[in-house]
């Protein structure tokens, strides 16, 4: 195994950005070169990330024992005089919450290069973005000090805000200052809770060597461990030795709160007459939801999405969304479990909401990459509803439909992207018979529309029906009425089915008809590039489709410690 690999994965991007910085404005055709050998090498460090890593190991998620892969270093400290000192930490992890989405990323960054070769113009401004945007994408994933993490996720705001304000649409400066404030809204109600964590947390370990109980962080033993946080709660430890923390492993366990801390468990702390911690809890929710996107959140989405040159929308749907949704996860259902079930009826209903509200306006769209970009807000909410369940198989199922969406919605916004190359239009009702002139993109349509309809064979079908089995099993999702939301939720199967199904009819079948008789020449089947991105994505939704173990033994004894932890919080 590769010493510091993760680290590698996080920075080959932003080498390869500055490689690209450093080339001369001449050598056009060496900047894509330079971004798809730069993900390239990502992509093979990822594999080799995923092939090291040990699905056996067991434990509860506010446990570093369980990650693995590890980097940590103290990246600064600023004494606080009597109030001790607070630490910042360069760590990164994986365990099974954010491995697989490590992986999608590097994935999708990957296919998404190979489809940025359509771009012709201002490419060193492009690429150079792309690539930064990969970095903070990758960090983000596997940063697991809070401050990092937002490092990365605020970064990522500008490379989106210009690859969408210069290289998108007609209406492209509109929808990235919408995406922009929209994610920085977002952005600022975590910065609160973080601010909030670190007035709240410290480091027991960093905290014991302050003390001078422990000499070097590879002694910390687990009764170390406690006897320095009971010295701390029963407050027989010194200020002046407390280390605040920006750990997001610390965060995650109620031992590691300072006593009367703000947002503890037995804090009495309100805002606006409600309980500090469940107000904490919604910041985060609402933070990440709108990354999600999930309803009344979504508004930007479609914008961008319709916007954005086609790499870019790939990278949205299949990466940045899915952000949201892990971020849900590592943040606010592991900091504030008893909050998360408080609320977890509400989490379901915004996630049921947001599957239909997004279905019913994909079937009334008439542009091909808005129906797509909808399907979106409705195939993210099963990520709402498994993680509202609290089960085992209703959180493995939302971080699946993650992954398995972020590999359908890449495949479909490919596709979309290779019709409008050759036409400049997305209109559903400018085509017709499409089928007798392009065969081959039929069949890949197809195939891309049945997998995000959720046709058993495909990845998208294990994910619903994880979700589902897990909304069934759920006591929390239940309300007045049994096993009404994941009842209610196979609607939106019905109506995936629907759009999906009329769209195929009304472009792909039938007589051979298009709006512009210029098209008739221009409508040519897939060419080699084409397949290069697509092919692999076929047979990654084919064969996560039959063989689900390939990803849920990855990812399984984490989501068991995970649920166990939100058991406990209630208990």
């Known amino acids: 195994m590769i010493e510091n690999l993760l680290t590698y994965i996080i920075f080959t991007p932003l080498l390869g950005a500055l490689v690209v910085l450093f080339l001369p404005q001449s050598k056009t055709s060496s900047f894509k070169w330079v971004a798809l050998g730069a993900l390239g090498v990502t992509l093979v460090l990822s594999v080799l990330a995923v092939t090291s890593f040990d699905a056996s190991v067991e434990g509860l998620t506010n446990s570093e024992s369980q990650l693995q892969l590890v980097d940590k270093a103290e990246w600064f400290s600023v004494e606080l005089g009597s109030l001790g000192k607070f630490s910042v930490d360069y760590f ?20 998404g290069a190979i489809s940025s070769f359509g771009i012709k113009q201002k490419q060193k401004g492009y690429f150079g973005l792309y690539l930064l945007l990969s970095t903070s994408v990758l960090g983000c994933f596997v940063a697991l000090d809070f401050f990092l993490f937002y490092l990365f996720f605020e970064f990522m705001l500008l490379p989106m805000y210009f690859l969408i304000g210069i290289w998108g649409g007609s209406k492209r400066e509109y929808a ?6 929209y994610t920085l809204v977002g952005s600022i109600l975590i910065l609160i809770v973080m601010i909030g964590l670190y007035n709240s947390v410290y480091d027991p370990v960093k905290t014991g060597m302050e003390a001078g109980v422990i000499e070097h962080v590879s002694e910390a033993s687990l009764d170390m461990i406690s006897s320095i946080q009971f010295a701390v709660q029963s407050g027989q430890m010194e200020s002046g030795n407390i280390v605040k923390s920006f750990n997001m492993i610390s965060m995650a366990d109620d031992a590691n709160y300072l006593p009367d801390s703000f947002l503890g468990k037995n804090s009495y702390g309100e805002i606006f007459g409600q309980s500090a911690r ?27 999405h319709v916007e954005a040159p086609t790499a870019v929308s790939v990278v949205l749907a299949g990466i940045l969304l899915k952000i949201g949704g892990y971020g849900i996860i590592r943040t606010a259902f592991s900091f504030f479990p008893d909050s998360a079930f408080h609320y977890s009826w509400l989490i379901g209903f915004f996630g049921l909401f947001s599957i239909l509200y997004g279905a019913m306006n994909a079937l009334a769209q008439k542009d091909l990459k808005r129906l ?43 596709l979309v992207g290779v019709l409008y190359d050759r036409t400049h239009d997305r209109g559903i009702e400018n085509y017709g018979g499409l089928a007798s002139k392009m065969p081959k993109f039929t069949i890949l349509i197809t195939i891309a529309f049945f997998a995000s309809l959720g046709l058993p064979g495909f990845s998208g079908f294990i994910a619903e029906l994880m979700v589902f089995i897990g909304a069934f099993k759920s006591s929390t999702v239940i309300g007045a009425i ?14 995936g089915a629907g759009y999906y199904l009329w769209t195929l009819q009304r472009m792909f079948f039938g007589k051979f008809w298009v709006k512009d008789k210029a098209w008739r020449e221009a409508l040519v089947d897939l060419n080699a590039r084409e397949y290069v991105m697509l092919v692999p994505l076929v047979i990654l939704i084919i064969w996560f489709g039959i063989y689900p173990a390939t990803l849920l033994d990855l990812i399984n004894n984490s989501v068991e410690g995970f649920t166990q932890l939100l058991i406990l919080s209630v208990e």
């Open 92 to 111: 990164v992890g994986v365990d099974g919450l954010n491995l697989s989405l490590l992986l999608l990323a590097a994935i999708v960054l990957f296919i």
């Open 482 to 495: 049994p096993y009404w939301m994941p009842v209610v939720a196979t609607l939106g199967l019905v109506l």
């Open 278 to 304: 469940w107000m904490a809890f919604l910041a985060l929710l609402i933070g990440f939801a709108i990354k999600l996107p999930a309803f009344p959140f979504h508004t930007w989405l479609p914008d961008a």
């Open 176 to 181: 990235a200052i919408k995406f922009f404030l």
């Open 372 to 414: 797509i970009a909808y399907s979106s807000v409705s195939h993210m909410g099963f990520v709402l509803l498994g993680l509202a369940a609290m089960t085992v198989e209703g959180v493995t199922g939302a971080i699946y439909q993650m992954f398995s969406h972020g590999l359908i919605s890449s495949m479909l916004f490919l």
